[in-house]
Protein backbone atom coordinates (compact mmCIF):
# COMPACT_ATOMS: atom_id res chain seq x y z
CA UNK A 1 0.00 0.00 0.00
CA UNK A 2 2.21 2.82 1.06
CA UNK A 3 4.90 1.75 -1.24
CA UNK A 4 2.25 1.77 -4.31
CA UNK A 5 1.74 4.86 -2.89
CA UNK A 6 5.23 5.67 -3.15
CA UNK A 7 5.29 4.67 -6.64
CA UNK A 8 2.65 6.95 -7.58
CA UNK A 9 3.97 9.93 -5.85
CA UNK A 10 7.12 9.35 -7.89
CA UNK A 11 5.37 9.28 -11.03
CA UNK A 12 3.85 12.46 -10.37
CA UNK A 13 7.10 13.83 -9.44
CA UNK A 14 8.90 12.87 -12.57
CA UNK A 15 6.10 13.71 -14.73
CA UNK A 16 6.46 17.40 -13.31
CA UNK A 17 10.03 17.53 -13.57
CA UNK A 18 9.43 16.56 -17.31
CA UNK A 19 6.94 19.48 -17.86
CA UNK A 20 9.00 21.78 -16.03
CA UNK A 21 12.41 20.61 -18.50
CA UNK A 22 10.14 21.36 -21.73
CA UNK A 23 10.00 25.27 -19.74
CA UNK A 24 13.51 25.17 -18.89
CA UNK A 25 14.68 23.88 -22.25
CA UNK A 26 12.99 27.18 -24.20
CA UNK A 27 15.58 29.26 -22.06
CA UNK A 28 18.87 30.52 -23.49
CA UNK A 29 21.14 27.41 -23.66
CA UNK A 30 23.49 29.11 -20.91
CA UNK A 31 20.68 29.37 -18.32
CA UNK A 32 19.18 25.95 -19.42
CA UNK A 33 22.66 24.26 -19.18
CA UNK A 34 22.95 23.56 -15.19
CA UNK A 35 19.56 21.86 -15.07
CA UNK A 36 20.62 19.21 -17.16
CA UNK A 37 21.87 17.27 -14.56
CA UNK A 38 18.88 15.42 -12.50
CA UNK A 39 20.03 16.97 -9.13
CA UNK A 40 19.29 20.06 -10.38
CA UNK A 41 16.15 19.11 -11.65
CA UNK A 42 14.95 17.64 -8.89
CA UNK A 43 16.99 20.66 -6.92
CA UNK A 44 14.75 23.29 -9.28
CA UNK A 45 11.09 21.53 -8.57
CA UNK A 46 11.98 21.56 -4.83
CA UNK A 47 12.63 25.17 -4.95
CA UNK A 48 9.54 26.34 -6.86
CA UNK A 49 7.48 23.95 -4.02
CA UNK A 50 9.37 25.43 -1.34
CA UNK A 51 9.92 29.22 -2.74
CA UNK A 52 5.73 28.91 -3.71
CA UNK A 53 4.31 27.61 -0.04
CA UNK A 54 6.65 29.48 1.74
CA UNK A 55 5.81 32.96 0.04
CA UNK A 56 1.91 32.18 -0.35
CA UNK A 57 2.00 31.80 3.66
CA UNK A 58 4.77 34.55 4.71
CA UNK A 59 2.12 37.38 3.56
CA UNK A 60 -0.10 35.67 6.46
CA UNK A 61 3.10 35.51 8.92
CA UNK A 62 3.57 39.44 8.02
CA UNK A 63 -0.51 40.39 8.49
CA UNK A 64 -0.72 38.13 11.35
CA UNK A 65 3.03 39.64 13.04
CA UNK A 66 3.84 36.00 13.41
CA UNK A 67 7.74 36.38 12.22
CA UNK A 68 8.98 35.18 15.76
CA UNK A 69 6.81 32.02 16.12
CA UNK A 70 8.08 31.21 12.45
CA UNK A 71 11.63 31.31 13.92
CA UNK A 72 10.62 29.26 17.14
CA UNK A 73 9.16 26.84 15.23
CA UNK A 74 11.63 26.39 13.23
CA UNK A 75 14.12 26.19 15.64
CA UNK A 76 12.13 23.68 17.67
CA UNK A 77 12.05 21.28 14.24
CA UNK A 78 15.73 20.37 15.37
CA UNK A 79 15.32 17.79 18.36
CA UNK A 80 12.38 16.06 16.30
CA UNK A 81 14.96 15.72 12.91
CA UNK A 82 17.64 14.49 15.67
CA UNK A 83 14.89 12.03 17.12
CA UNK A 84 13.87 10.42 13.96
CA UNK A 85 17.41 9.86 12.95
CA UNK A 86 18.15 8.05 16.00
CA UNK A 87 14.98 5.87 16.02
CA UNK A 88 15.17 5.70 12.01
CA UNK A 89 12.03 7.49 11.08
CA UNK A 90 11.37 9.73 8.45
CA UNK A 91 12.48 12.51 9.44
CA UNK A 92 9.64 14.70 9.03
CA UNK A 93 7.45 12.91 11.14
CA UNK A 94 9.84 14.08 14.27
CA UNK A 95 9.65 17.39 12.83
CA UNK A 96 6.72 17.60 12.43
CA UNK A 97 6.09 16.20 16.09
CA UNK A 98 8.67 18.53 18.00
CA UNK A 99 7.73 21.55 16.14
CA UNK A 100 3.77 21.51 16.67
CA UNK A 101 4.61 20.42 20.28
CA UNK A 102 6.80 23.57 20.92
CA UNK A 103 4.04 25.76 19.19
CA UNK A 104 1.34 24.59 21.62
CA UNK A 105 3.79 24.74 24.39
CA UNK A 106 4.28 28.20 23.61
CA UNK A 107 0.34 28.74 24.62
CA UNK A 108 0.46 26.94 27.12
CA UNK A 109 2.93 28.98 29.17
CA UNK A 110 1.27 32.34 27.54
CA UNK A 111 -1.78 31.58 28.90
CA UNK A 112 -0.89 30.32 32.35
CA UNK A 113 1.60 32.76 33.55
CA UNK A 114 2.26 36.54 33.30
CA UNK A 115 5.11 36.03 30.62
CA UNK A 116 3.98 37.40 27.30
CA UNK A 117 4.11 35.47 23.65
CA UNK A 118 7.64 36.67 22.62
CA UNK A 119 9.47 35.57 26.13
CA UNK A 120 7.75 32.51 25.64
CA UNK A 121 9.29 31.99 21.99
CA UNK A 122 12.05 32.88 23.04
CA UNK A 123 12.36 30.24 26.02
CA UNK A 124 10.45 27.58 24.41
CA UNK A 125 12.36 27.42 20.95
CA UNK A 126 16.13 27.98 22.44
CA UNK A 127 15.13 24.83 24.97
CA UNK A 128 13.88 22.76 22.07
CA UNK A 129 16.91 23.84 19.81
CA UNK A 130 19.55 22.85 22.43
CA UNK A 131 17.58 19.51 22.88
CA UNK A 132 18.28 19.44 19.09
CA UNK A 133 21.75 20.24 19.35
CA UNK A 134 22.67 18.06 22.46
CA UNK A 135 20.92 15.10 20.45
CA UNK A 136 22.92 15.38 17.61
CA UNK A 137 26.16 16.09 18.86
CA UNK A 138 25.53 12.44 20.13
CA UNK A 139 24.25 10.68 17.25
CA UNK A 140 25.08 12.56 13.78
CA UNK A 141 28.63 13.88 12.17
CA UNK A 142 28.52 17.44 11.88
CA UNK A 143 27.74 17.68 7.77
CA UNK A 144 24.76 16.46 8.62
CA UNK A 145 24.08 18.73 11.29
CA UNK A 146 25.12 21.81 9.30
CA UNK A 147 22.64 20.00 6.20
CA UNK A 148 19.88 20.31 8.58
CA UNK A 149 20.73 24.13 9.67
CA UNK A 150 21.11 25.01 6.39
CA UNK A 151 19.84 23.13 3.82
CA UNK A 152 21.56 21.34 0.85
CA UNK A 153 18.72 21.24 -1.68
CA UNK A 154 21.34 19.86 -4.07
CA UNK A 155 21.39 16.91 -2.46
CA UNK A 156 17.35 16.57 -2.33
CA UNK A 157 15.53 13.31 -2.95
CA UNK A 158 11.95 11.98 -3.46
CA UNK A 159 10.25 11.81 -0.15
CA UNK A 160 11.55 15.15 0.71
CA UNK A 161 10.07 16.15 -2.83
CA UNK A 162 6.77 14.61 -2.17
CA UNK A 163 6.73 16.24 1.13
CA UNK A 164 7.02 19.33 -0.85
CA UNK A 165 4.45 18.97 -3.21
CA UNK A 166 1.61 17.69 0.23
CA UNK A 167 2.67 21.30 1.63
CA UNK A 168 2.38 23.37 -1.40
CA UNK A 169 -0.92 21.65 -2.80
CA UNK A 170 -2.48 21.55 1.28
CA UNK A 171 -1.69 25.24 1.88
CA UNK A 172 -2.68 26.15 -1.39
CA UNK A 173 -5.85 24.35 -0.89
CA UNK A 174 -6.83 25.64 2.06
CA UNK A 175 -6.15 29.23 1.36
CA UNK A 176 -8.49 29.19 -1.66
CA UNK A 177 -11.07 27.42 -0.05
CA UNK A 178 -10.77 29.30 3.41
CA UNK A 179 -9.94 32.58 1.70
CA UNK A 180 -12.60 34.56 3.68
CA UNK A 181 -12.27 32.64 6.98
CA UNK A 182 -8.35 33.58 6.74
CA UNK A 183 -9.22 37.07 6.04
CA UNK A 184 -11.61 37.95 8.62
CA UNK A 185 -9.48 36.14 11.65
CA UNK A 186 -5.90 37.76 10.67
CA UNK A 187 -8.04 41.40 10.25
CA UNK A 188 -10.18 41.22 13.44
CA UNK A 189 -10.37 37.89 14.87
CA UNK A 190 -13.15 39.84 17.65
CA UNK A 191 -15.26 40.01 14.06
CA UNK A 192 -14.66 36.19 13.42
CA UNK A 193 -15.84 35.40 16.55
CA UNK A 194 -19.32 37.30 15.98
CA UNK A 195 -20.05 35.42 12.89
CA UNK A 196 -19.59 32.14 15.07
CA UNK A 197 -16.52 31.53 13.31
CA UNK A 198 -13.95 28.71 15.86
CA UNK A 199 -10.95 30.94 16.07
CA UNK A 200 -9.25 28.56 18.00
CA UNK A 201 -9.50 25.87 14.86
CA UNK A 202 -8.19 29.11 12.61
CA UNK A 203 -5.72 29.32 14.90
CA UNK A 204 -4.62 26.23 15.69
CA UNK A 205 -4.48 25.28 11.85
CA UNK A 206 -2.43 28.35 10.75
CA UNK A 207 0.57 27.00 13.11
CA UNK A 208 0.41 24.01 12.04
CA UNK A 209 0.26 24.70 7.94
CA UNK A 210 3.16 27.00 9.50
CA UNK A 211 5.38 23.95 10.77
CA UNK A 212 4.30 21.61 8.10
CA UNK A 213 5.94 24.54 5.42
CA UNK A 214 8.50 24.51 7.26
CA UNK A 215 9.73 20.99 7.72
CA UNK A 216 8.91 20.57 4.07
CA UNK A 217 11.36 23.14 3.45
CA UNK A 218 14.18 22.27 5.99
CA UNK A 219 16.23 20.02 3.08
CA UNK A 220 15.97 23.75 0.57
CA UNK A 221 16.69 26.17 2.88
CA UNK A 222 17.36 24.97 6.34
CA UNK A 223 16.28 25.35 9.63
CA UNK A 224 18.09 29.02 10.65
CA UNK A 225 16.86 30.50 6.86
CA UNK A 226 13.31 29.17 6.22
CA UNK A 227 12.33 32.15 8.24
CA UNK A 228 13.60 34.67 5.58
CA UNK A 229 11.33 32.47 3.14
CA UNK A 230 8.52 33.19 5.77
CA UNK A 231 9.06 36.99 6.38
CA UNK A 232 10.77 38.16 3.29
CA UNK A 233 8.38 37.68 0.25
CA UNK A 234 5.69 38.59 2.50
CA UNK A 235 6.75 42.23 3.59
CA UNK A 236 8.42 43.03 0.27
CA UNK A 237 4.79 42.62 -1.08
CA UNK A 238 3.31 44.03 1.56
CA UNK A 239 5.32 47.33 0.65
CA UNK A 240 4.20 46.76 -3.08
CA UNK A 241 0.15 46.56 -2.80
CA UNK A 242 -3.04 47.48 -1.55
CA UNK A 243 -4.94 44.23 -1.77
CA UNK A 244 -4.42 41.35 -0.18
CA UNK A 245 -5.39 38.88 -3.12
CA UNK A 246 -2.80 40.73 -4.93
CA UNK A 247 -0.35 40.14 -1.94
CA UNK A 248 -0.86 36.67 -1.34
CA UNK A 249 -0.20 36.27 -5.40
CA UNK A 250 2.89 38.21 -5.61
CA UNK A 251 4.54 36.99 -2.37
CA UNK A 252 3.94 33.46 -4.24
CA UNK A 253 5.80 34.62 -6.78
CA UNK A 254 8.60 36.38 -5.01
CA UNK A 255 9.24 33.31 -3.20
CA UNK A 256 9.39 31.05 -6.56
CA UNK A 257 11.58 33.63 -8.11
CA UNK A 258 13.77 34.00 -5.41
CA UNK A 259 14.42 30.52 -5.03
CA UNK A 260 15.12 29.51 -8.62
CA UNK A 261 17.48 32.81 -8.90
CA UNK A 262 19.33 31.68 -5.82
CA UNK A 263 19.59 27.74 -6.98
CA UNK A 264 20.76 28.75 -10.37
CA UNK A 265 23.29 31.68 -8.33
CA UNK A 266 24.02 28.92 -5.74
CA UNK A 267 25.24 26.46 -8.59
CA UNK A 268 26.90 28.81 -11.16
CA UNK A 269 29.24 30.84 -8.23
CA UNK A 270 29.34 27.22 -6.18
CA UNK A 271 27.96 28.53 -2.91
CA UNK A 272 25.36 27.43 -0.10
CA UNK A 273 21.86 27.21 -1.92
CA UNK A 274 20.39 28.08 1.62
CA UNK A 275 22.17 31.50 1.75
CA UNK A 276 22.20 31.91 -2.33
CA UNK A 277 18.62 32.19 -2.08
CA UNK A 278 18.25 34.39 1.27
CA UNK A 279 20.50 37.38 -0.14
CA UNK A 280 18.26 36.70 -3.46
CA UNK A 281 14.80 37.49 -1.41
CA UNK A 282 16.31 40.13 0.41
CA UNK A 283 17.75 41.91 -2.86
CA UNK A 284 13.75 42.34 -3.90
CA UNK A 285 12.70 43.33 -0.09
CA UNK A 286 15.72 46.05 -0.64
CA UNK A 287 14.47 47.07 -4.28
CA UNK A 288 10.69 47.28 -3.12
CA UNK A 289 12.21 49.09 0.33
CA UNK A 290 13.45 51.92 -1.93
CA UNK A 291 11.53 52.13 -4.96
CA UNK A 292 8.15 51.03 -4.21
CA UNK A 293 5.32 53.09 -6.31
CA UNK A 294 4.26 54.59 -2.70
CA UNK A 295 6.06 53.30 -0.08
CA UNK A 296 9.48 53.26 -1.39
CA UNK A 297 12.22 55.36 0.66
CA UNK A 298 13.31 57.04 -2.46
CA UNK A 299 10.03 57.26 -4.30
CA UNK A 300 8.71 59.31 -1.57
CA UNK A 301 11.84 61.73 -1.56
CA UNK A 302 11.55 62.37 -5.16
CA UNK A 303 8.19 62.98 -4.85
CA UNK A 304 8.93 65.37 -1.99
CA UNK A 305 11.20 66.68 -3.49
CA UNK A 306 9.20 67.97 -7.16
CA UNK A 307 6.39 68.31 -4.83
CA UNK A 308 8.75 71.35 -3.09
CA UNK A 309 9.71 72.33 -6.88
CA UNK A 310 6.57 72.63 -8.17
CA UNK A 311 5.74 75.84 -6.69
CA UNK A 312 8.74 77.52 -7.36
CA UNK A 313 8.70 77.18 -11.09
CA UNK A 314 5.73 78.62 -11.15
CA UNK A 315 6.56 82.03 -9.11
CA UNK B 1 -48.68 39.62 12.63
CA UNK B 2 -48.16 37.73 15.67
CA UNK B 3 -45.45 36.27 14.73
CA UNK B 4 -43.08 39.86 14.83
CA UNK B 5 -45.59 40.53 17.98
CA UNK B 6 -44.52 37.18 19.50
CA UNK B 7 -40.71 38.08 18.45
CA UNK B 8 -40.75 41.11 19.61
CA UNK B 9 -41.81 40.00 23.32
CA UNK B 10 -38.95 37.78 23.13
CA UNK B 11 -36.13 39.90 24.64
CA UNK B 12 -33.20 40.35 21.84
CA UNK B 13 -30.48 39.67 24.80
CA UNK B 14 -31.12 37.34 27.83
CA UNK B 15 -28.15 37.17 30.25
CA UNK B 16 -28.56 35.64 33.65
CA UNK B 17 -26.04 35.77 36.35
CA UNK B 18 -22.95 36.27 34.33
CA UNK B 19 -19.70 36.98 35.59
CA UNK B 20 -16.36 37.40 33.69
CA UNK B 21 -13.22 37.60 34.77
CA UNK B 22 -9.48 39.00 33.76
CA UNK B 23 -6.49 36.29 35.44
CA UNK B 24 -8.51 36.34 39.01
CA UNK B 25 -10.01 39.53 38.84
CA UNK B 26 -14.29 39.84 38.02
CA UNK B 27 -14.71 42.54 35.44
CA UNK B 28 -18.41 41.56 35.63
CA UNK B 29 -19.89 40.23 38.83
CA UNK B 30 -23.09 37.90 38.73
CA UNK B 31 -24.75 40.16 35.86
CA UNK B 32 -28.75 39.94 35.60
CA UNK B 33 -29.83 41.93 32.16
CA UNK B 34 -32.64 41.77 29.56
CA UNK B 35 -32.87 43.86 26.66
CA UNK B 36 -35.77 44.02 25.16
CA UNK B 37 -35.95 43.75 21.08
CA UNK B 38 -36.19 46.71 18.68
CA UNK B 39 -35.19 49.33 20.75
CA UNK B 40 -31.82 51.92 20.68
CA UNK B 41 -30.08 50.78 24.25
CA UNK B 42 -27.06 52.73 25.34
CA UNK B 43 -24.92 50.81 28.01
CA UNK B 44 -23.28 53.40 30.14
CA UNK B 45 -20.56 53.40 32.52
CA UNK B 46 -17.20 54.60 34.00
CA UNK B 47 -13.81 53.85 31.95
CA UNK B 48 -13.63 50.13 33.24
CA UNK B 49 -17.05 49.51 34.17
CA UNK B 50 -16.72 46.63 31.98
CA UNK B 51 -18.88 48.15 29.23
CA UNK B 52 -16.86 46.67 26.26
CA UNK B 53 -16.20 43.56 28.63
CA UNK B 54 -20.10 42.80 28.29
CA UNK B 55 -19.97 43.47 24.13
CA UNK B 56 -17.16 40.94 23.75
CA UNK B 57 -18.88 38.33 25.60
CA UNK B 58 -21.82 38.72 23.59
CA UNK B 59 -19.75 38.50 20.81
CA UNK B 60 -18.10 35.24 21.99
CA UNK B 61 -14.62 36.70 21.92
CA UNK B 62 -14.46 36.67 25.75
CA UNK B 63 -16.05 33.14 27.96
CA UNK B 64 -17.66 34.25 30.68
CA UNK B 65 -16.56 32.55 33.95
CA UNK B 66 -20.21 31.71 34.99
CA UNK B 67 -23.63 32.70 34.04
CA UNK B 68 -25.35 32.67 30.97
CA UNK B 69 -26.31 34.95 27.45
CA UNK B 70 -29.32 33.85 24.84
CA UNK B 71 -30.22 36.35 22.04
CA UNK B 72 -33.56 36.12 20.81
CA UNK B 73 -34.25 32.97 22.65
CA UNK B 74 -31.11 31.01 21.70
CA UNK B 75 -28.18 30.15 22.90
CA UNK B 76 -25.84 33.33 21.58
CA UNK B 77 -23.13 31.00 19.90
CA UNK B 78 -26.26 29.76 18.12
CA UNK B 79 -27.28 33.25 17.08
CA UNK B 80 -23.75 33.71 16.11
CA UNK B 81 -23.67 31.41 13.81
CA UNK B 82 -26.90 32.43 12.45
CA UNK B 83 -25.94 35.86 11.32
CA UNK B 84 -27.86 37.41 13.50
CA UNK B 85 -25.25 39.38 15.82
CA UNK B 86 -23.20 42.70 14.06
CA UNK B 87 -20.51 44.12 15.85
CA UNK B 88 -18.59 47.60 15.14
CA UNK B 89 -15.07 47.38 17.32
CA UNK B 90 -13.29 51.18 18.75
CA UNK B 91 -11.24 51.62 15.18
CA UNK B 92 -8.49 51.45 17.61
CA UNK B 93 -8.86 47.54 17.80
CA UNK B 94 -8.45 47.19 13.65
CA UNK B 95 -4.54 47.30 12.16
CA UNK B 96 -5.74 49.82 9.08
CA UNK B 97 -2.62 49.12 7.67
CA UNK B 98 -3.62 45.82 6.30
CA UNK B 99 -4.09 45.59 2.52
CA UNK B 100 -7.86 46.00 2.48
CA UNK B 101 -10.38 48.13 0.36
CA UNK B 102 -13.23 49.71 1.59
CA UNK B 103 -15.45 47.41 -0.27
CA UNK B 104 -13.29 44.45 0.72
CA UNK B 105 -13.91 45.21 4.37
CA UNK B 106 -17.90 45.70 4.45
CA UNK B 107 -17.62 43.11 2.26
CA UNK B 108 -16.34 40.37 4.93
CA UNK B 109 -19.85 41.84 7.41
CA UNK B 110 -21.57 39.27 4.40
CA UNK B 111 -19.19 36.39 5.05
CA UNK B 112 -21.43 34.65 7.64
CA UNK B 113 -24.11 34.62 5.10
CA UNK B 114 -22.11 33.64 2.34
CA UNK B 115 -20.97 30.17 4.64
CA UNK B 116 -24.65 29.85 5.42
CA UNK B 117 -25.36 28.89 1.62
CA UNK B 118 -23.79 25.84 1.85
CA UNK B 119 -22.68 23.52 -0.24
CA UNK B 120 -19.59 24.70 -3.07
CA UNK B 121 -20.49 28.24 -2.92
CA UNK B 122 -19.44 29.07 0.98
CA UNK B 123 -15.60 27.94 -0.59
CA UNK B 124 -16.14 30.68 -3.01
CA UNK B 125 -13.17 33.81 -2.97
CA UNK B 126 -14.90 36.83 -2.26
CA UNK B 127 -14.59 38.82 -5.82
CA UNK B 128 -17.34 35.89 -6.62
CA UNK B 129 -19.94 36.74 -4.28
CA UNK B 130 -23.04 36.73 -6.11
CA UNK B 131 -25.24 40.00 -6.79
CA UNK B 132 -27.32 39.66 -3.69
CA UNK B 133 -23.96 40.64 -1.35
CA UNK B 134 -22.53 42.94 -3.31
CA UNK B 135 -25.86 44.60 -3.91
CA UNK B 136 -26.04 44.61 0.16
CA UNK B 137 -22.14 46.30 0.33
CA UNK B 138 -23.10 48.80 -1.87
CA UNK B 139 -26.50 49.88 0.06
CA UNK B 140 -24.59 49.70 3.37
CA UNK B 141 -21.77 51.96 2.09
CA UNK B 142 -24.76 54.11 0.80
CA UNK B 143 -26.28 54.26 4.22
CA UNK B 144 -22.61 55.64 5.59
CA UNK B 145 -22.40 57.54 2.78
CA UNK B 146 -19.01 56.01 1.78
CA UNK B 147 -20.16 54.66 -1.73
CA UNK B 148 -17.78 56.90 -3.39
CA UNK B 149 -14.85 55.29 -1.69
CA UNK B 150 -15.34 51.30 -2.15
CA UNK B 151 -12.01 50.68 -3.79
CA UNK B 152 -10.13 53.22 -1.48
CA UNK B 153 -7.51 51.11 0.42
CA UNK B 154 -8.38 51.16 4.09
CA UNK B 155 -4.93 52.87 5.47
CA UNK B 156 -6.05 56.46 3.88
CA UNK B 157 -9.37 56.78 5.21
CA UNK B 158 -9.42 59.46 8.20
CA UNK B 159 -11.23 58.69 11.69
CA UNK B 160 -14.73 59.21 11.01
CA UNK B 161 -14.25 57.43 8.16
CA UNK B 162 -13.09 54.07 9.52
CA UNK B 163 -15.95 54.23 12.21
CA UNK B 164 -18.88 54.33 8.98
CA UNK B 165 -16.92 51.53 6.47
CA UNK B 166 -16.96 49.63 10.50
CA UNK B 167 -20.60 50.75 11.29
CA UNK B 168 -21.20 49.55 7.15
CA UNK B 169 -19.74 46.00 8.23
CA UNK B 170 -21.85 45.53 10.46
CA UNK B 171 -25.16 47.13 8.63
CA UNK B 172 -23.88 44.61 5.35
CA UNK B 173 -24.48 41.39 7.91
CA UNK B 174 -28.33 42.46 8.20
CA UNK B 175 -28.34 41.11 11.74
CA UNK B 176 -30.96 41.76 14.43
CA UNK B 177 -29.17 42.31 17.02
CA UNK B 178 -25.98 45.12 16.35
CA UNK B 179 -23.80 46.10 18.81
CA UNK B 180 -21.23 48.55 18.70
CA UNK B 181 -18.60 49.78 21.02
CA UNK B 182 -18.18 53.52 21.59
CA UNK B 183 -19.10 54.19 17.64
CA UNK B 184 -19.29 57.75 17.97
CA UNK B 185 -15.38 58.48 19.70
CA UNK B 186 -12.91 60.76 17.80
CA UNK B 187 -15.38 61.11 14.57
CA UNK B 188 -16.22 64.59 13.62
CA UNK B 189 -19.70 66.36 13.77
CA UNK B 190 -20.81 65.07 10.15
CA UNK B 191 -19.59 61.53 10.80
CA UNK B 192 -21.50 61.65 14.36
CA UNK B 193 -25.01 63.27 13.21
CA UNK B 194 -24.63 60.34 10.41
CA UNK B 195 -23.94 57.23 12.47
CA UNK B 196 -26.78 58.24 14.77
CA UNK B 197 -29.16 59.20 12.03
CA UNK B 198 -27.95 55.33 10.76
CA UNK B 199 -28.49 53.52 14.07
CA UNK B 200 -32.16 55.33 14.32
CA UNK B 201 -32.80 54.06 11.10
CA UNK B 202 -31.85 50.48 12.13
CA UNK B 203 -34.21 50.95 15.25
CA UNK B 204 -36.96 51.76 13.19
CA UNK B 205 -36.56 48.29 11.20
CA UNK B 206 -37.20 46.61 14.01
CA UNK B 207 -33.59 45.62 14.72
CA UNK B 208 -32.35 46.08 18.03
CA UNK B 209 -29.09 48.49 18.43
CA UNK B 210 -26.92 47.92 21.85
CA UNK B 211 -24.21 50.85 22.03
CA UNK B 212 -21.77 51.07 24.85
CA UNK B 213 -21.02 54.56 25.34
CA UNK B 214 -19.36 56.74 28.02
CA UNK B 215 -21.15 59.80 26.34
CA UNK B 216 -24.36 60.70 28.99
CA UNK B 217 -25.59 63.37 27.52
CA UNK B 218 -25.77 61.75 23.87
CA UNK B 219 -27.37 58.58 25.67
CA UNK B 220 -29.83 60.91 27.16
CA UNK B 221 -30.66 62.39 23.79
CA UNK B 222 -30.71 59.39 21.71
CA UNK B 223 -31.11 55.99 23.33
CA UNK B 224 -34.63 54.28 24.27
CA UNK B 225 -33.45 52.70 27.20
CA UNK B 226 -30.09 53.30 28.95
CA UNK B 227 -28.52 50.54 31.25
CA UNK B 228 -26.20 51.61 33.74
CA UNK B 229 -23.52 49.40 34.39
CA UNK B 230 -20.26 49.61 36.92
CA UNK B 231 -19.53 45.54 37.31
CA UNK B 232 -22.79 44.90 37.67
CA UNK B 233 -25.93 46.58 36.39
CA UNK B 234 -26.68 49.90 38.73
CA UNK B 235 -29.67 50.41 37.19
CA UNK B 236 -31.67 49.72 33.34
CA UNK B 237 -34.20 52.12 32.17
CA UNK B 238 -35.54 55.58 30.65
CA UNK B 239 -32.17 57.40 29.48
CA UNK B 240 -33.50 60.69 30.98
CA UNK B 241 -35.17 59.38 34.41
CA UNK B 242 -31.77 57.27 34.61
CA UNK B 243 -28.92 59.33 33.84
CA UNK B 244 -30.16 62.69 35.27
CA UNK B 245 -27.57 64.24 36.68
CA UNK B 246 -29.46 63.62 40.41
CA UNK B 247 -29.06 59.97 39.61
CA UNK B 248 -25.72 59.90 38.30
CA UNK B 249 -24.38 62.36 41.25
CA UNK B 250 -25.94 59.56 43.77
CA UNK B 251 -25.75 56.05 42.30
CA UNK B 252 -23.36 56.33 39.81
CA UNK B 253 -21.03 58.56 41.27
CA UNK B 254 -21.10 56.96 44.93
CA UNK B 255 -20.41 53.90 43.02
CA UNK B 256 -17.50 54.62 40.48
CA UNK B 257 -15.26 56.43 43.61
CA UNK B 258 -16.47 53.36 45.80
CA UNK B 259 -14.83 51.29 42.60
CA UNK B 260 -12.03 53.16 41.67
CA UNK B 261 -9.20 52.32 44.08
CA UNK B 262 -10.22 48.54 43.93
CA UNK B 263 -9.79 48.90 40.21
CA UNK B 264 -7.88 51.55 39.32
CA UNK B 265 -6.50 50.13 36.09
CA UNK B 266 -9.37 48.35 34.19
CA UNK B 267 -8.68 49.95 30.72
CA UNK B 268 -5.25 47.78 30.81
CA UNK B 269 -7.63 45.08 31.44
CA UNK B 270 -9.64 45.59 28.52
CA UNK B 271 -6.84 45.86 26.12
CA UNK B 272 -6.21 41.96 25.64
Known amino acids: MIESLQGAGEAVIDLLIAAMMVLVNLLPEALAEPFQYRFMQRALLTSILVGAVCGLLSSYVILKRWSLLGDAISHAVLPGVAIAYLLGWPFFVGAFATGALTSLGIGVIERNTRIKSDAAMGLMFTAAFALGVVIISQVATSTHLMHILFGNVLGVRYPALMLSLFAGLLVLAVVLLFYKELLVYVFDPVQARSQGLNTSVIHYGLILLLTLTIVASLETVGIILVVAMLVTPGATAYLLVNRLSTMLMLSTVIGIVSAVLGLFLAFQFNVASGGAIVLVVTGFFLLAFLFAPQRGVVTRWIRRNSAQGLPKTDT | MTAERASQSVPAVQIKGLSVAYDSELVLDHIDLSLPAGRLIAVVGPNGAGKSTLLRTLVGSLKPSSGSVHV ?171 LSDDMISRTATAAWLSNREKRYQPDTLEVA
Not at chain 2, 122 to 144: I, T, Y
Not at chain 2, 176 to 195: C, F, H
Request: overall charge neutral; hydrophobic content about 40%.
Open chain 2, 72 to 242: HGQAAERQRRAGQIAYMPQHEQVDWDFPLSVRDVVLSGRYGRIRMEGGWRRFLLPVMASDRHQEAVREALKAVDMHNHEQQPIETLSGGQRKRVLLARALAQDARLLLLDEPLVGVDRRSEELIMEVLRGQRDQGRTVVMVTHDIAGARRDADIAVLINRCVVGTGDPDKL
